[in-house]
């Protein structure tokens, strides 16, 4: 097994004493055991290479006793830096770049920022890849607006590491544990990257959520397409659908597809990407899933699919009760919590939708999190409320 010397300390993998193989069957278990008696699981799909998957790599920036910058991530359950020099799941080139700029920390006299003392400036770095392109973004959150010879960092920074494409000064001035703020200035570039999926090309920005294994995604939707088995007739809903990945793949086989999202970044986002993507069968709606699903039944408006992507947390009887009554015929539920899945998918069944099939992709190698993608179809003769 490959060793990692923070493993004990750092919470961000359950598994490395296991190998790959044990860790799947691991899940395997974990989500038959949730499931059980509520949908028949076909499995986990593992990845061929389950290492540096991750095209999002976030580092917390912090100093020593002696003052000198460490970077690395929080201890599991405290605000501790524990630094971190490389990462066996996280992109290598991510890794590097973050390393080079704590490096420069010093000749450039940037403090770091001091979370009890309210002094220094340089709170994160966020690194984003496009894996498919190469394209690289570096997110500098700081304390405050000001950034001394900020443009001879930058120079010095790409001087370093060309293969950057845009650096992005956020500003994060609160007392939270949230990593980004409201302000953000480009200081070199476009301002996001790219990366294609499925097929599709798919516009990032700083703050916009892109599933950080585009490997395991891919393989993740086309198992949602499966289950949707989509004729080139229906109308489709993309609940919680973020920057509009799975309902632009959907569009290909949909006569129409209509995407809801509270994040208006994210749906700013979406409706770029269907633009560069010319797919003209897509509208998308910034607002919260629940309410929005409730507006359309009340209008009597239908959806023959609607699948869903909530966050961990799962969803809510509000969208699930809207759900039931606009009726679609098909339910493709995408779950990073399988917990919450069992929950939501015990409520549907009350509602008159039974849970057909599920299956398990590793999107979080090394973790103990595993995504799950379940069909669920409406039991006809059950009442729907």
């Known amino acids: 097994m490959k060793q990692c010397p923070v493993y004990k300390k750092c919470g961000g993998c359950q598994y490395l004493h296991l190998s790959y193989e044990e860790q799947l069957a691991e899940k395997e278990k974990m989500l038959k055991g949730l499931l059980k008696g509520i ?15 991750r095209n999002k790599v976030h580092a917390a920036f912090s100093h020593d006793r002696k003052g000198n910058p460490i970077s690395g991530v929080y201890q599991e359950n405290s605000h501790i830096v524990l630094p971190v020099e490389s990462c066996l799941i996280e992109d290598e080139k991510a890794d590097e770049i973050i390393g080079t700029i704590r490096g420069m920390l010093k ?4 403090k770091t920022y001091d979370e009890d003392t309210g002094y220094g400036l340089l709170r994160h770095v966020l690194v984003k890849r496009g894996f498919a392109t190469g394209e690289i973004m570096v997110v500098l959150v700081t304390a405050s607006p000001v950034f001394p010879s900020r443009n001879n960092f930058v120079k010095a920074l790409r001087q370093k590491h060309p293969e950057i494409t845009t ?4 500003v994060n ?7 980004l703020g409201d302000r953000e200035q480009v200081l070199y570039g476009k301002g996001y990257i790219e990366d294609v999926l499925c097929g599709f090309r798919f516009r990032i920005s700083a703050k916009s959520f892109y599933q950080i294994n585009p490997v395991q995604t891919e393989i993740l939707y086309g198992k949602a397409m499966e289950f949707a088995g989509l004729k ?9 659908c973020g920057i509009g990945t799975i309902g632009i793949v959907a569009s290909r086989k949909a006569k129409q597809v209509i995407g809801v999202e509270l994040n208006r970044d994210a749906v700013r986002d979406a409706i770029r990407n269907a633009k560069t993507n010319q797919v003209e069968n897509i509208r998308f709606f910034c607002g919260d899933a629940g309410d929005f699903l409730r507006q359309m039944a009340a209008d009597g408006e239908k959806a023959d699919v609607v699948f869903m992507d909530p966050l961990r947390s799962g969803s809510t009887k509000v969208f699930m009760d809207a759900v039931a009554k606009m009726g679609p015929k098909t339910v493709v539920y995408v779950s990073c919590g399988p917990d919450t899945l069992a929950r939501d998918l015990k409520y549907f069944e009350k509602k008159g939708y039974v849970a057909k099939m599920g299956v398990g992709v590793d999107l ?5 999190h595993c995504e799950c993608v379940v069909k669920l179809t409406r039991a006809d003769g059950n009442p729907i409320q």
Do not use: L
């Open 107 to 110: 000749s450039f006299k940037i």
């Open 39 to 53: 949908c028949p699981v076909q499995g986990v799909i593992g990845m061929d290479n389950p290492w540096h998957y």
């Open 167 to 170: 650096i992005i000064q956020n």
């Open 364 to 368: 979080f190698p090394w973790s103990g």
């Open 232 to 240: 080139g007739k229906e109308t489709v809903v993309d609940a919680y």
């Open 173 to 179: 001035g609160r007392g939270t544990s949230m990593v």
